[in-house]
């Protein structure tokens, strides 16, 4: 009769409650309260409460552990194997209190044991049935107005990649025994939740700010430092839904920089992650004829390419070949993110070990992927793919790939002076041994420098040409289309099914020129053109940022993240109508049935760090935090805290035209402060104020 799902993000506990009325006319209420655990990963509960309003009986209750389960929640794999996990085996102790299974998945052998133990109040016997690949607890309970009755289901859960452990199912089997009593759990792990929100704080007002808490919610249950102890990266979609079958793609660019100032315990670990896949990356450039290391555009477990080469098109139901595999442009997102996780932590000694590995060899495989034209006196990278992922030929060709995208040049440029800079800043004897174990000569250093500053960015018509040749492309009557088709995200599906293609037309999925305004400053950015040669200024930026606006369809979730950002700065007036794209993209499910199959993670993060960063002017560079705040009319109060260099609890807020920056009492050192030009120095247990109106 009704069904209520509610979730309590400051607890992290999700209620669902129903009332049901059978053929006799009897009704029936139930809620049901769960959680997994957030101070023990391993362990989640669940209590449910029956209360019968007008009526007196016996309920029966089953409560089990299913090894049936398949990945069948994306519609579009339905015919594909979704079947994962390998002969299941169910058992149960000898008092019955106890039923588990045990089974190991398909593909990577992976062992994986669950325990269950169910209980009931008023206590009533349990029996264990076993069915199959199934292991249940009956029991039978008794209900009248003004007695309900309650059954607690606990549930522990290991694997054979958990440390510390013997074998799996004998840890779950004595992790359900010790666990307490489900108020006790359920305490614990609010009490968990508390300390993550307390290094989370995020105060927004109103609708934005619920939003945003939702986001975090998300981010934090697959990605907190329990992550820190485990060899994962960032899927795409979470841990929430089945897309991209748990692929890892560059969607870390967008939640690091949120991660680098709560969290560098988890940015650390995420890098690692990286840097144990390092010789697979190695491996795939050698194979493709390249050097250094090519990082996977999608990857799983242990590294490799995982990017389909063919996708259906839902609409013309025609298999196409896919080349998205080419966006190298992944390498300069991993590249990037260690180097603002060191200028956020401060945490040289990875910068010096893992992340300089990383950073020479990324830059190793861009100088090597180039070549030097004598006509321009100019080094281009050709055959690759944007973020943009539409074009992914040039119109009228088979041979893949597109040339001098300019982000990916760009970006390239910028991975090159970084790996240069951090051979400069190691000890002589820790620069010796790495260039030595990894043959780097001083001749491929020169290499870099000069390819560094002499890299190809096109043009045309007075704004960056997203690759070469793009100006040249046929115009599209987007009027047309719109009234057509209404929702247009998806042009590149649209214009196969009409036997056109949109390589021949100036369209773009997401940002890609744009991008560039995401993850640099406009002085950082100006600054690199200037390093390649080129004057950029902010006339010609805005002029491009709106030569691109009317030219994306907005087919990703990060898109409109990435617009509202960069529109902060360039064209304030308009950055709000994407802001609030970007904030409702999975609340709403603007996409249109995406979101059931997984959140977006990155876009989800990237909201929260566009307050933090995006409308603040954080930057964590040159061992200072550096603020230039652009808020919006719509965003204008705001505050939250961070964690930099030691100092836990930094709190930042915006508010009547005043930036304030605390730094908590503790015995570290000042912290640096720049804002709009002017260097401050705050000690612990200071507050700074600074006005934020331009003068």
Same mark, same amino acid.
């Given at each position: ?154 549930? !522990? ?35 968990? =939740? ?87 990356? &190695? ?127 760009? !970006? ?84 196969? !099914? ?26 950082? %950015?100006?600054? %690199? ?88 002017? &954080? ?6 935090? =550096? ?31 005043? &930036? ?26 200071? %507050? ?8």
């Amino acid at each position: 009769m009704s069904h209520r799902r509610l979730l309590d993000l400051r607890r992290g506990v999700l209620t669902r409650r129903l009332r049901f009325r059978d053929r006799h006319g009897r009704h029936l209420g139930v809620e049901q309260v769960r959680l997994v655990h957030m101070g023990d990963p391993h362990l989640a509960a669940m209590r449910t409460t029956f209360t019968a309003e007008d009526w007196s009986g016996a309920l029966e209750v089953e409560s089990a552990l299913d090894g049936r389960i398949t990945n069948s929640g994306v519609e579009r794999y339905r015919d594909l194997n979704g079947h994962h996990l390998g002969p299941v085996r169910t058992g149960t102790l000898r008092d019955d209190t106890t039923v588990w299974l045990r089974c190991a998945t398909i593909a990577s052998d992976i062992r994986i044991a669950m325990a269950a133990r169910t209980a009931a109040e008023p206590p009533v016997a349990v029996a264990s049935h076993l069915t199959g690949p199934m292991a249940a607890h009956h029991l039978a309970v008794e209900v009248a107005p003004g007695r309900p009755a309650v059954v607690d289901k606990t549930v !522990a859960l290991h694997t054979s990649r958990d440390s510390a452990i013997s074998d799996p199912l004998g840890a779950a089997l004595e992790r359900v025994a010790r666990a307490p009593t489900f108020e006790a759990l359920l305490a614990g792990h609010v009490a968990a =939740w508390d300390h993550l929100w307390r290094r989370a704080s995020l105060d927004v007002p109103d609708e934005a700010g619920r939003i945003l808490r939702l986001h975090l919610f998300h981010l934090l249950q697959t990605l907190s430092p329990h992550t820190a102890e485990l060899d994962v990266g960032v899927p795409a979609r979470g841990l929430h839904g089945e897309a991209y079958r748990g692929h890892v793609f560059w969607d870390e660019l967008f939640v690091l920089p949120y991660l680098n100032l709560h969290f560098p315990e988890v940015s650390r670990a995420l890098l690692t992650y990286r840097h144990h896949r390092l010789t697979r990356a &190695l491996a795939a450039a050698e194979d493709a004829g390249h050097v250094g290391a090519m990082y996977p555009w999608q990857s799983g477990s242990d590294g490799r390419e995982e990017t389909q080469e063919l996708h259906l098109n839902p609409r013309s139901g025609r298999w196409l070949p896919d080349h998205t595999r080419l966006q190298h442009h992944v390498g300069s997102a991993i590249a990037y993110n260690v180097w603002q996780y060191h200028q956020a932590s401060g945490d040289t000694e990875f910068l010096h070990t893992k992340g300089a590995e990383m950073l020479l060899q990324i830059a190793r495989f861009w100088a090597g992927a180039t070549v030097h034209d004598p006509g321009t006196d100019r080094y281009r990278i050709r055959g690759v793919l944007g973020p943009d992922e539409y074009h992914d030929a040039y119109p009228d060709t088979e041979e893949p790939g597109i040339d001098d995208n300019a982000y990916t040049n760009v !970006a390239a440029a910028w991975v090159l002076a970084r790996a240069l800079d951090v051979v400069r800043m190691l000890p002589p004897a820790r620069a010796a041994q790495l260039c030595e174990r990894i043959e780097l000569h001083s001749g491929e250093l020169a290499r870099w420098e000069e390819v560094s500053r002499r890299l190809h960015v096109p043009f045309h018509r007075g704004v960056i040409s997203q690759f070469d040749g793009y100006g040249d492309l046929a115009e599209l009557d987007w009027h047309a289309y719109r009234a057509r088709y209404g929702d247009i995200r998806r042009l590149d599906r649209i214009l196969e !099914a009409e036997g056109d293609s949109v390589n021949r037309y100036q369209a773009s999925k997401q940002a890609d020129v744009l991008m560039l305004g995401y993850l640099f400053s406009p002085a950082e %950015l100006r600054g %690199l053109f200037r390093q390649l040669g080129y004057d950029l200024d902010d006339e010609q930026w805005r002029d491009t940022v709106d030569y691109y606006l009317r030219r994306t369809s907005h087919g990703s979730t990060l898109s409109e993240l990435v617009h509202g950002w960069v529109l902060a700065r360039a064209r304030r007036a308009d950055a709000w109508t994407y802001c609030q794209d970007a904030l409702v993209g999975d609340v709403a499910d603007v996409q249109g049935g995406t979101t059931e199959e997984g959140i977006h993670l990155g876009a989800m993060a990237g909201t929260v760090d566009l307050v933090q960063r995006g409308l603040t002017g &954080l930057e964590t560079r040159e061992d200072a935090l =550096w603020f230039d705040p652009a808020p919006l009319p719509e965003l204008s109060e705001f505050g939250f805290t961070l964690h930099y260099r030691g100092h836990w609890g930094i709190t930042v807020r915006l508010s009547h035209g005043q &930036l304030r920056i605390g730094v908590p009492s503790s015995a570290e050192e000042p912290i640096r402060v720049v804002f709009r030009g002017r260097e401050w120095t705050v000690p612990p247990g200071d %507050l700074l104020r600074l006005p934020t109106a331009k003068r």
